[in-house]
C-alpha cells in the first residue's frame, strides 16, 4: 500500500512539474522614447505596458489550449527615426509576437514599414500623422484619434467658440509637428482666421526669442504650436516675457500634458493654453477613474497621457491571439481586424485601414496646477 501511494504521489508531482514546464512564453514589444527630452512620456507609455502585462500574467492567459505567460521587449528609441527603425529590426528579429509603440509620428512611420515587411502586428498608442496608415499596412493599426481630428477641432474652437481672427503658426519640423500644425492651418484658414506667419524649430531647440519677436510684430491673438512639451514649456515662458501675455496658445496632444504645468515654470501664459487629446478625458473614460487610481498606486506621480492606451493596446493585442487560438500574426490578424474590445479608454473597433472607429477627442487647458477638459 505504501509503495502504491509513492508511486501515485511521484506521478501527481511528475504531472505537475509538467504542466508547469508546459507554460509557453509570448514576446511583445513595447517602444517609446525613454531616454532624451521626451522621457516622461515615454516611461508613462512603459509603465501602461507593464501595467498590462502583469495584470494579464496573475489572471494566467490561455491561447489555443496553452497557458502562456507574457514576456515584455520593452525598448528605447529615444524619438530618432533612425533609432526608430533599429529598434523595429531588433524586435523582428528576436521574433516577438506584436508590438504595442512606437510614441512619435516620426519614429511610428518609418517603423510600421520594418514591421509590416516581417508581417508583425503594430498598434500605436500615441502617433497620430495621418499618413501612418495611407501605406495600407494590414499590419498597422491606431488607438486613438490622428491629427486630422486633432487639429480641426482645435481650429473649430479657435474660430467659433474664441473668435479668434490672426495666427500664427509654428511647428518643429518632425513628422507629427508639421503634421498637426497643417490640419489647423487649413482648417483655420477654411474657418476665416488669417495665418499671419509662419515659423519653423527644432525638437531640440529651447531658445525661441527671435521667431516670437517676429510673430509679436504680426499683432497674433492666437499661436498654435506644432511639437511636444519640451519646447511648449520654454516657449509659453518667453512668450511672457516679450508681453505676449494675451496670445491664446494652441496644441495637439504633444503639448498637452501634466508634464507641460512644470516645463512651463509658473508662466502666466500657461492659462491661454487650448490643447487637444484623441480619446476621452479620464473620467469619462469607460474605466479611466478606476484604471488612474490603480496607476498612480503603482507608478505614483508618473502619469503624462498615454498610458491608458497602451494599457488598452496590449490587451487588445492578446484578445486576438485568444480569439485566434495562436500566437502567430498570419492567425491573429484577421481577429485584430474583427476587434470588439471594451477597454479602459473606449470601445475598441478598427477601420478597414487600421484606424480607430468613431474616436473622440477632449480639448483640455490648464488652471494653477491643473490641466482641465473644456468639453
Given at each position: 500500500m505504501k509503495n502504491k501511494l509513492k508511486i501515485t504521489v511521484a506521478a501527481a508531482v511528475a504531472l505537475a512539474s509538467g504542466i508547469a514546464l508546459a507554460q509557453e512564453v509570448v514576446k511583445i514589444g513595447h517602444v517609446a522614447p525613454v531616454s532624451g527630452a521626451q522621457a516622461a512620456y515615454g516611461k508613462d507609455n512603459e509603465n501602461g505596458a507593464r501595467m498590462a502585462v502583469e495584470e494579464m500574467n496573475a489572471?494566467?492567459?490561455?491561447?489555443?489550449?496553452?497557458?502562456?505567460?507574457?514576456?515584455?521587449?520593452?525598448?528605447?528609441d529615444a524619438a530618432d527615426p533612425k533609432q526608430g527603425t533599429a529598434v523595429a529590426q531588433?524586435?523582428?528579429?528576436?521574433?516577438?509576437a506584436g508590438v504595442v509603440g512606437h510614441l512619435n509620428s516620426?519614429?511610428?512611420?518609418?517603423?510600421?514599414?520594418?514591421?509590416?515587411?516581417?508581417?508583425?502586428?503594430?498598434?500605436?498608442?500615441?502617433?497620430?500623422?495621418?499618413?501612418l496608415t495611407k501605406p495600407g499596412y494590414k499590419t498597422t493599426f491606431r488607438l486613438l484619434a490622428n491629427d486630422n481630428a486633432l487639429g480641426a477641432g482645435l481650429a473649430f474652437y479657435a474660430a467659433d467658440k474664441l473668435k479668434l481672427k490672426r495666427i500664427a503658426v509654428i511647428d518643429d519640423r518632425t513628422a507629427y509637428g508639421q503634421g498637426v500644425a497643417a490640419v489647423f492651418k487649413k482648417t483655420a484658414a477654411e474657418k476665416g482666421i488669417t495665418i499671419v506667419d509662419e515659423q519653423f524649430t527644432t525638437d531640440k531647440s529651447v531658445d525661441f526669442m527671435s521667431i516670437l519677436t517676429a510673430i509679436k510684430s504680426k499683432n497674433p491673438d492666437g499661436v498654435f504650436y506644432g511639437g511636444m512639451d519640451p519646447q511648449a514649456g520654454p516657449m509659453l515662458r518667453q512668450m511672457e516675457q516679450l508681453g505676449l501675455t494675451k496670445v491664446k496658445y494652441f496644441g495637439?496632444?504633444?503639448?498637452?500634458?501634466?508634464?507641460?504645468?512644470?516645463?512651463?515654470?509658473?508662466?502666466k501664459t500657461l492659462e491661454n493654453v487650448i490643447c487637444a487629446e484623441g480619446g476621452a478625458s479620464l473620467d469619462k473614460m469607460p474605466g479611466g477613474t478606476a484604471w488612474k487610481k490603480r496607476y498612480d498606486e503603482k507608478f505614483p506621480g508618473q502619469f503624462q497621457v498615454y498610458a491608458p492606451y497602451v494599457y488598452d493596446a496590449m490587451y487588445v493585442l492578446v484578445d486576438a491571439m485568444k480569439r485566434a487560438g495562436s500566437i502567430k500574426p498570419k492567425d491573429y490578424l484577421p481577429k485584430l481586424a474583427a476587434t470588439n474590445?471594451?477597454?479602459?479608454?473606449?470601445?475598441?473597433?478598427?477601420?478597414?485601414?487600421?484606424?480607430?472607429?468613431?474616436?473622440?477627442i477632449t480639448l483640455y487647458t490648464y488652471k494653477g496646477d491643473k490641466k482641465i477638459p473644456l468639453n
Open positions: 489572471a494566467g492567459v490561455m491561447i489555443g489550449g496553452k497557458k502562456y505567460k507574457i514576456e515584455l521587449l520593452a525598448e528605447d531588433k524586435l523582428c528579429d528576436s521574433n516577438v516620426g519614429t511610428t512611420i518609418p517603423a510600421s514599414r520594418i514591421y509590416n515587411n516581417c508581417g508583425v502586428a503594430m498598434i500605436t498608442p500615441s502617433a497620430t500623422n495621418p499618413d495637439g496632444d504633444g503639448i498637452c500634458t501634466m508634464n507641460l504645468i512644470k516645463q512651463a515654470a509658473g508662466a474590445f471594451n477597454g479602459v479608454t473606449t470601445n475598441v473597433q478598427f477601420e478597414p485601414n487600421g484606424e480607430l472607429k468613431n474616436p473622440a
